[in-house]
């Protein structure tokens, strides 16, 4: 009876526990919630910035494994946008800075000079041209976020006649809420899921405007997280979307079937400019605002990832990309990124099931010449029948041809193979008068013929096909 009541004594002892640090827990976010309610003030999330306002291009090391500064050849860094100085056009190669040779400096180097200098004395290269040009810091509002995370679960239709393609993926990012600095400051280390009472409070959230460009989203099988949280002096919100979308694209079909495509999936921001929200107040009265997405190195490896283990039947994966532009309306500017698939057709079936059974059936035709020229009879018919095989064959494959307004690679192998599948017609008919003359000269024409025809058809096929593969 003794060992029963120490029994049921330990596990209430538990559940109390238990109960008690989760009430524990959720103090956090609680008083987070209590805190935002009391103090919010609707104004953009901007962070004051005070630096040169340069950005350089990035791009994969694949060596490494991680994001670097874009280069030239002579590993001078390369100018993605300038805030302040429009002489500094994107492209643009940056050679010295104050004396300073930057081919020579490291990716950390070069940034603190830009975010730590007052001024500058830059000498950069843009159309072949070596410029000079001095620059100073000012003040600007700056709203960064930071893609932490693209999956590409799957790409599930790349529908090339229809002109789109759908993804299932997986979007994390998160940014910095300089609006709630003070109510963050309860949650400690705690992540805290936003709940009813801040839904209520109808908070500005900036990560609503991060769209993606597609022109379809089932909302039924798309779902939003937000979290609040806070590190480094600051309240940061995550945001992990996940969802099917179906993304137009503009498909290039002109070496068909040896083409390659390249799929662009876009993030773009400004859509903040649109609506109720374009009135709220910046942080603060700086001339300048811009809003940046700026990825990190997981998007490159689960990009990379997804190219070397996805289920695509008819494409392979070549490579991906991560790249981003500005764009400018008035002072305010945004920032779009693009993750790139290239992606490559499987040439196979279309090898195989296309191109060889014309190549068969204009064999059985051209070796029409190879039969006596006396033989009119069986010369015709031989030929005949294969171009009406030639054109059956035809109707059997057009459905998985796309019907366009211009001839591709395929496009133009058929027409050839119909021409020269005629020219043993032609050849008949016009050496069956021939031959009542000189059934010598009849003989030499249809070798002649033969011959040269052969050598046209061969380079002309490779004219059609050598360049795209």
């Known amino acids: 009876m003794f060992l029963k009541r120490i029994i049921i004594v330990f596990f209430v002892f538990l559940f109390v526990q238990n109960q008690f640090f989760s009430s524990a827990i959720a103090d956090p976010c609680k008083n987070f919630d209590k805190a935002v309610i009391e103090e919010y003030e ?12 340069i950005f350089f291009n990035y791009e994969w090391n694949k060596n490494n494994q991680k994001k670097i500064i874009k280069r030239n ?9 300038s805030l302040f100085e429009k002489k500094l056009h994107p492209g643009a190669v940056v050679k010295m800075f104050n004396g300073e040779d930057l081919s020579e400096m490291d990716d950390e180097d070069i940034r603190r000079l830009v975010e730590n200098s007052e001024s500058a004395e830059i000498q950069y290269f843009y159309e072949n041209k070596i410029n000079m040009i001095e620059v100073s810091s000012k003040k600007y509002d700056s709203l960064i976020f930071i893609l932490k995370d693209f999956v590409l679960n799957s790409i599930n239709d790349i529908e090339a006649k229809e002109g789109f393609f759908a993804i299932d993926h997986k979007t994390s990012f998160y940014y910095k809420r300089t609006d709630l600095k003070k109510a963050g400051e309860f949650l400690s280390t705690e992540n805290c899921l936003i709940s009813d009472v801040i839904i209520n409070k109808r908070l500005f959230y900036p990560e609503d405007f991060l769209t993606l460009i597609n022109f379809e989203t089932d909302q039924d099988k798309t779902t939003k997280k937000k979290y609040f949280s806070y590190s480094e002096g600051s309240t940061w919100m995550d945001v992990i979307l996940k969802g099917l979308a179906k993304i137009r694209v503009k ?10 495509q390249v799929l662009k999936i876009q993030y773009q921001t400004n859509d903040l400019l ?20 700026i990825p990190t190195e997981q998007v490159f490896i689960s990009l990379n990832k997804y190219m070397n283990d996805n289920f695509l039947q008819e494409w392979t994966v ?69 171009f009406l095989s030639l054109i059956a064959f035809n109707f059997v494959f057009q459905d998985v041809i796309p019907k366009l307004d211009i ?18 017609i032609f050849t008949t008919i016009r050496l069956s008068k021939a031959i009542e003359k000189s ?31």
């Open 251 to 260: 498909f290039a079909f002109k070496k068909f079937p040896f083409d390659t």
């Open 407 to 424: 001839l591709t690679s395929l496009d133009k192998f058929i027409l050839l193979s119909y021409l020269f599948c005629a020219i043993p």
């Open 42 to 53: 609707p104004i953009f999330p901007f962070e004051e910035k005070d630096d040169l306002g």
């Open 318 to 386: 070549k490579s991906t990309k991560v790249s981003s532009q500005f764009v400018a309306s008035d002072n305010f500017y945004f920032d779009e990124i693009t993750l790139a698939v290239e992606i490559e057709r499987k040439w196979g079936y279309y090898f195989y099931k296309i191109i060889i059974p014309i190549l068969l059936i204009l064999s059985v035709a051209w070796y029409v010449l190879w039969i006596p020229t006396e033989d009119v009879e069986s010369r015709l018919t031989t030929s005949i029948v294969a």
């Open 73 to 81: 050849k002579k590993e001078f860094p390369i100018i993605k946008f």
């Open 274 to 293: 649109s609506g109720e929200e374009a009135t709220i107040t910046p942080a603060s009265s700086a001339d300048y605002q811009f809003i940046s997405i």
């Open 439 to 469: 059934k010598k000269r009849a003989s030499h024409l249809n070798k002649l013929i033969r011959s040269v025809g052969l050598v046209i058809y061969i380079f002309g096929s490779l004219t059609i096909f050598y360049p795209v593969l």
